[in-house]
């Protein structure tokens, strides 16, 4: 049986008042239903009337910032590290 | 004071006091922070409408009596909630089960009760059935993630609806205090909601890949007061700051 | 790249914290920053969700609705900042089964406050009250942290943080206003709490490594000795206020420096319960332990049932 992780999803909200989707966090879910079930209870706990997207964060593609062409491929670049791009030092294992 | 409405209201919160109890215990110990949130969230709406229903049975008995004595300070065979709810967590196949099956009961009862002539009644029935209609999404979801996801997760919701399958049947059952609501359009006829609700669990279910129970036996008792072994332990822990140390405020 | 440039990017990298700009997930950053921002980043999780458990204690048991309801809120709170923090911990490129697998083997850390046991109700309002207030006094300063992530959730957390510190001491002063039995129940929890809330702001600063380091990545603003006094300054006036008794024989108002003189803490307890000898070190960890293993089959089965759907949306689509 393949074990696989919840992926993680991004999540936008508009407010009942807001003009646009803001983001807001991050979270891990099955699926895009589950992502917003949870996105509900974790982000807008009891508030009415809000609008909230979510996405996969390896959907979303970001602009390069801009100190550090060096070290990363231009253009098609993702949010965030990602955990396996990174070999953990021992050190990280020592408090 | 009038005491069938009184009786009536106590036999609505009852379920979402038992229930938000056993929600609560929850706390701290789901399968992910996301679950977890999830769950103490349904527990916090529970709560939030026994208050309401309490704290307008309060005011109904017209004496000094709160919304806490009547939480906290009713003997084991004055609680008035179905067997269903008093069922303990004991895994979360179980509590996803237990969930769907009340919430399906519940949704299509609030729907009802935002008829109810009285109008503080059908005020809570308004507030609750969004909050109800979210839970019964989120453990209907569930039934299905479970349902359909591993083997080992099928066999695990299949034995628990079979197990909670013999309480369902209890939701239907009128007391005399339900019967002299109905009279007054005061109350639900629950009588009236037991056909679409096995279809909807049904349907459900089959939409899980899950084999629908076929027991014909149903356990009853609770809406008389007459509970499970589980109904006195949880009362124990309810209870217990009220009994040690009586008629202080906090 | 040469040890020249390396050089070079350091320079650029902490010129932009000092002209307090953002560090962001993408940005070219030293290990160093990288590695210690997943320290105290994850054990700021870690403590979070650690800090469920003693308050969840009493949730069934809570003497009232409101309290029942009020404390299900916290506890509630206490695992969104967790998520809030866990998530930011992982722009840094280390996944949450990783973060998990660290507290559970206890090589990650954790407030060593959440290793001591809530006993009674008052202890709900001691926690709130001390815990909570000492937390806020170390958060505070943390929204202006330069790495953003880090700083965007913290100024969720500091914001839904004040209903806690209120609610712990509303639910204080009621038991120290009430009878004689309420009142000794509060004095019994703020003595058994108070000297554990003032270790929870770190070791004296002798012994904490990690202070220099982190004052320049705006990590800490000031040091573990000071926050503390500022913490002592401004409970005690708390505690006077509804006639409670700080358990300190030593405690005296000091004109000259504007603060309270304190007694001794005991360093050794506080190492000792840090290393995993504290009185419910074992719980804690066998209830997160227990939780995320029987979870298993949960999150397993959520995984599969997604990937069944995508399946068949495939096959339509085929």
Same mark, same amino acid.
């Given at each position: 049986?393949s074990?696989?992780n919840w %992926?993680?999803?991004?999540i936008?909200?508009r407010?009942?008042?807001?003009?646009?989707?803001?983001?807001?966090?991050?979270l891990?879910?099955?699926?895009?239903?589950?992502?917003?079930?949870?996105?509900?209870?974790v982000?807008?706990?009891?508030?009415e009337?809000?609008?909230?997207?979510?996405?996969?964060?390896?959907?979303?593609?970001?602009?390069? %910032?801009?100190?550090?062409?060096?070290?990363f491929e231009?253009?098609?670049?993702?949010?965030?590290?990602?955990?396996?791009?990174?070999?953990l030092p021992?050190e990280?294992?020592?408090m | 004071?009038?005491?069938n409405?009184?009786n009536?209201?106590?036999?609505?919160?009852d379920?979402?006091?038992?229930?938000?109890?056993?929600?609560?215990?929850?706390?701290g110990?789901?399968p992910s922070?996301e679950?977890?949130?999830?769950?103490?969230?349904?527990?916090?709406d529970?709560l939030?409408?026994?208050?309401?229903?309490?704290?307008?049975?309060?005011?109904?008995?017209?004496?000094?009596?709160?919304?806490?004595?009547?939480?906290m300070?009713?003997?084991?065979?004055?609680y008035?909630?179905?067997?269903?709810?008093?069922?303990?967590?004991?895994?979360?196949?179980?509590?996803?089960?237990?969930?769907?099956?009340?919430?399906?009961?519940?949704?299509?009862?609030?729907?009802?009760l935002?008829?109810?002539?009285d109008?503080?009644l059908s005020?809570i029935?308004?507030?609750?059935?969004?909050?109800?209609?979210?839970?019964?999404?989120?453990?209907?979801?569930?039934?299905?993630?479970l349902?359909?996801g591993?083997?080992e997760?099928?066999?695990?919701?299949q034995?628990?609806?079979?197990?909670?399958?013999?309480?369902?049947?209890?939701?239907?059952?009128?007391?005399k205090?339900d019967?002299?609501?109905?009279?007054?359009s005061?109350?639900?006829?629950?009588?009236?909601?037991k056909?679409?609700?096995?279809?909807?669990?049904?349907?459900?279910?089959?939409?899980?890949?899950?084999?629908?129970p076929?027991?014909?036996?149903?356990?009853?008792?609770?809406?008389?007061g007459?509970?499970?072994?589980?109904?006195?332990y949880?009362l124990?822990?309810?209870?217990?700051?009220?009994?040690?140390?009586p008629?202080?405020?906090w | 790249m040469?040890?020249?440039?390396?050089?070079?990017?350091e320079t650029?990298?902490?010129?932009?914290? +000092?002209?307090?700009?953002?560090?962001?997930?993408?940005?070219?950053?030293p290990?160093?920053?990288?590695?210690t921002?997943?320290?105290?980043m994850?054990q700021h999780a870690?403590?979070e969700?650690?800090g469920?458990?003693p308050? +969840?204690?009493?949730?069934?048991?809570?003497?009232?609705?409101?309290?029942k309801?009020?404390?299900?809120?916290?506890?509630?709170?206490?695992?969104?900042h967790?998520l809030?923090?866990?998530?930011?911990?992982e722009?840094?490129?280390?996944?949450?089964e990783?973060?998990y697998?660290?507290?559970?083997?206890?090589?990650?850390?954790? +407030?060593?406050?959440?290793?001591?046991p809530?006993?009674?109700?008052?202890d709900?309002g001691?926690?709130?009250?001390l815990?909570?207030?000492?937390?806020?006094?170390?958060?505070?300063?943390?929204?202006?942290?330069?790495?953003?992530?880090?700083?965007?959730a913290?100024?969720?957390v500091c914001?839904?943080?004040?209903f806690?510190?209120?609610?712990?001491?509303e639910?204080?002063?009621?038991?120290?206003?009430?009878t004689m039995?309420?009142?000794?129940?509060?004095q019994?929890?703020?003595n058994r709490?108070?000297?554990? +809330?003032?270790?929870?702001?770190?070791?004296?600063?002798?012994?904490?490594?990690h202070t220099?380091?982190?004052?320049k990545?705006?990590?800490?603003?000031?040091?573990?000795?000071?926050?503390?006094?500022?913490f002592?300054?401004?409970?005690?006036?708390?505690a006077?206020l509804?006639?409670l008794?700080?358990?300190?024989?030593?405690l005296?108002?000091?004109?000259?420096?504007?603060?309270?003189d304190?007694?001794?803490?005991n360093w050794?307890e506080?190492w000792q319960?840090?290393?995993?000898?504290g009185?419910?070190?074992?719980?804690?960890?066998?209830?997160?332990?227990?939780a995320?293993e029987e979870?298993?089959?949960?999150?397993d089965?959520a995984?599969?049932?997604?990937?069944k759907?995508?399946?068949?949306k495939?096959?339509?689509?085929v």
């Amino acid at each position: 049986m393949s074990k696989k992780n919840w %992926p993680l999803w991004e999540i936008f909200v508009r407010s009942k008042n807001g003009l646009e989707h803001r983001h807001f966090g991050s979270l891990h879910a099955a699926d895009a239903e589950m992502a917003l079930e949870n996105a509900r209870d974790v982000y807008t706990r009891r508030n009415e009337g809000v609008s909230i997207w979510v996405t996969e964060s390896k959907h979303i593609t970001a602009s390069n %910032p801009e100190n550090n062409g060096e070290l990363f491929e231009p253009a098609q670049d993702k949010v965030y590290r990602h955990p396996t791009f990174y070999d953990l030092p021992d050190e990280v294992k020592h408090m | 004071m009038k005491e069938n409405l009184y009786n009536y209201i106590l036999g609505i919160a009852d379920n979402s006091l038992i229930l938000g109890q056993r929600m609560g215990e929850l706390c701290g110990h789901g399968p992910s922070l996301e679950t977890d949130i999830a769950c103490t969230n349904i527990s916090l709406d529970l709560l939030g409408q026994v208050r309401s229903y309490f704290q307008y049975a309060a005011k109904i008995a017209g004496d000094d009596r709160t919304e806490d004595d009547i939480a906290m300070l009713r003997k084991e065979r004055d609680y008035k909630n179905v067997l269903l709810v008093e069922q303990p967590n004991l895994n979360f196949a179980h509590t996803i089960a237990r969930q769907f099956l009340f919430d399906v009961y519940h949704l299509a009862f609030l729907a009802e009760l935002q008829k109810s002539t009285d109008l503080t009644l059908s005020a809570i029935a308004n507030k609750c059935i969004k909050e109800v209609s979210y839970h019964e999404r989120f453990s209907s979801d569930w039934v299905k993630r479970l349902g359909d996801g591993t083997s080992e997760s099928k066999e695990k919701i299949q034995e628990a609806i079979n197990d909670l399958w013999t309480y369902t049947d209890e939701l239907f059952h009128q007391t005399k205090a339900d019967k002299a609501m109905v009279l007054e359009s005061v109350g639900v006829d629950v009588t009236k909601l037991k056909d679409d609700y096995y279809k909807r669990v049904k349907d459900l279910l089959e939409e899980a890949t899950l084999k629908i129970p076929d027991s014909k036996w149903f356990q009853k008792g609770g809406k008389e007061g007459i509970h499970t072994e589980h109904l006195g332990y949880l009362l124990t822990d309810l209870q217990y700051m009220q009994r040690t140390y009586p008629n202080m405020e906090w | 790249m040469s040890k020249e440039q390396i050089k070079n990017l350091e320079t650029q990298f902490e010129a932009r914290i +000092s002209r307090d700009e953002k560090i962001e997930p993408k940005d070219w950053m030293p290990e160093k920053y990288r590695k210690t921002h997943i320290r105290q980043m994850s054990q700021h999780a870690h403590s979070e969700i650690v800090g469920m458990l003693p308050e +969840s204690n009493w949730i069934t048991r809570a003497p009232s609705l409101r309290r029942k309801v009020a404390l299900l809120a916290k506890v509630q709170d206490e695992a969104g900042h967790g998520l809030y923090l866990y998530s930011a911990t992982e722009t840094l490129g280390i996944s949450r089964e990783e973060l998990y697998n660290q507290l559970h083997t206890g090589t990650a850390k954790y +407030s060593s406050i959440f290793n001591y046991p809530t006993v009674t109700w008052a202890d709900m309002g001691a926690i709130g009250w001390l815990v909570d207030g000492a937390a806020i006094i170390n958060q505070v300063p943390l929204c202006n942290t330069s790495y953003g992530p880090y700083a965007r959730a913290m100024v969720r957390v500091c914001k839904e943080e004040s209903f806690h510190q209120r609610q712990g001491y509303e639910i204080m002063m009621k038991l120290a206003n009430g009878t004689m039995e309420q009142k000794d129940l509060a004095q019994d929890a703020l003595n058994r709490w108070w000297w554990p +809330s003032l270790m929870m702001l770190g070791p004296t600063d002798a012994e904490s490594i990690h202070t220099e380091q982190s004052m320049k990545w705006k990590l800490k603003r000031k040091s573990n000795d000071d926050l503390r006094q500022q913490f002592i300054d401004q409970t005690v006036p708390q505690a006077e206020l509804i006639g409670l008794k700080i358990p300190d024989p030593d405690l005296k108002w000091n004109d000259e420096r504007g603060s309270y003189d304190y007694g001794k803490i005991n360093w050794d307890e506080f190492w000792q319960v840090v290393k995993g000898h504290g009185p419910c070190n074992k719980e804690r960890m066998r209830a997160r332990v227990g939780a995320w293993e029987e979870g298993e089959w949960v999150r397993d089965a959520a995984m599969a049932y997604a990937e069944k759907k995508q399946e068949r949306k495939e096959k339509q689509v085929v």
